[in-house]
């Protein structure tokens, strides 16, 4: 079986302490990747997320609060999923982007080589570590409510790119490689009205 990363959902929230994404299915022995971006200045994070059983891979902030970018991955049981999820936050946030991944094809588990990254204008640039790998997955969050665009060569895909200013500027892209001949991801927006950012990176292995 081929590697392959699809979006099974993704949107924006505002004024949350909890949302479910869209009804949702993945086959046993898939990898389920949840990126969610927010904006809160009480200093709250995910508490809780229903269903599986999910384990952090990264958190990490633009210089610091109020934003911060979330990365949990799940591996799918057997019987396999279907539902919705319910995410939840240790109290309520201003607004939260997110972004759900299936993974199928992979190696059991991510493959241990999550990067991070930061900074204070635009683009945005992560780099993975260079040992054998079959693709890679990035999520980058920006103070900034519009739309990011991919600045690799060979181009990567969007798997989704939500912003939103309801309450906070935020977007949230996350994008996956072709294959892993490159291993620098980044991003490009306006850098109005910040050019901070914050960005995640997940390895992936082929089973």
Known sequence: MSLSVLSLDSGT???VSSFSTASVSASAG????LWVADAVVN???ISSISGLSWVQQASVQPGGPPYTLELWTAIVPSGGLSGALTVGFSAAVDAANYDLDVVTGAAAGPAG??????GTTDPSALTYDTVTAAKFIFGCLIEDAENQTTTESPA????????QSAVRNLGL?????PDASNTTAG???????????CAAGLQLTAA
């Open 43 to 45: 200093g709250a994070s």
């Open 156 to 163: 990567w895909t969007t798997l989704a790119n939500n912003h």
């Open 173 to 177: 892209m996350t994008q996956v490689s």
């Open 30 to 33: 898939s990898l389920l990747a």
């Open 113 to 118: 080589h999550v990067k991070t990254a930061s």
């Open 13 to 15: 929230k505002a004024s």
């Open 187 to 197: 991003s490009d927006w306006s850098g109005f009205p910040s050019g901070r950012w």
